[in-house]
């Protein structure tokens, strides 16, 4: 014959189990109200992106530690007509204060000699020449340029640099 037992376990009191439920509630919310008081989401919604890849980030508002090749978040500022003052915008940034930046009578951008892009595919429909964005700068204290990946970004090439108190944060790829 086969024993078999059956554990029966008493239901637990309706007021200790909606205590457990609400210090459960108040622990998500608070590892969530941290979440986001440092960090958001940003979404790529352009139809012409400048990351091939990239349409999700999560930007992190406390890293301003501002390092070469790395992708941040800034506040656009002057950026009409692709993007209203105060708008999130996330690219790669390609110099720092100190740098020699160089845009060519043909459309070539440089950095420190080097050069990271070819032509400005902007240009025409911001019913300019290529030779007006031409000049270079060494870019002061304060200030910093950045790029996306594709050849169709607008970017600092059309704009010039980036003022530090426009940085949101440290931006990071998702999706």
């Known amino acids: 014959m086969i024993a078999s037992s059956l554990v029966l376990r008493k239901r637990?009191?309706?007021?200790?189990?909606?205590?457990?439920m609400a210090l459960v509630a108040a622990a998500i919310f608070a590892v969530g109200a941290a979440f986001t008081s440092r960090f958001h989401f940003g979404i790529d919604s352009q139809q012409i992106r400048c990351f091939y890849d990239h349409r999700f980030f999560l930007v992190d508002r406390k890293d301003h530690d501002m390092h070469r090749g790395?992708?941040?978040?800034?506040?656009?500022r002057g950026l009409a007509p692709f993007f209203d003052d105060g708008t999130q915008v996330v690219k790669i940034l390609v110099a720092l204060p100190g740098d020699h930046v160089e845009v060519t009578e043909t459309g070539d951008v440089k950095v420190n000699g080097e050069t990271?892009?070819?032509?400005?595919?902007?240009?025409?429909?911001?019913?300019?020449?290529?030779?007006?964005?031409?000049?270079?700068?060494?870019?002061?204290?304060?200030?910093?340029?950045?790029?996306?990946?594709?050849?169709?970004?607008?970017?600092?090439r059309y704009w010039g640099s980036v003022n530090e108190e426009q940085i949101i944060g440290r931006a990071y790829p998702i999706l």
């Open 12 to 20: 637990e009191p309706w007021g200790r189990f909606l205590i457990k």
């Open 70 to 76: 790395e992708i941040y978040a800034f506040s656009s």
């Open 116 to 156: 990271l892009a070819k032509g400005l595919h902007w240009a025409e429909a911001l019913g300019r020449h290529v030779s007006d964005f031409a000049g270079n700068t060494i870019l002061p204290e304060g200030a910093y340029w950045f790029m996306g990946e594709t050849p169709e970004s607008f970017d600092s």
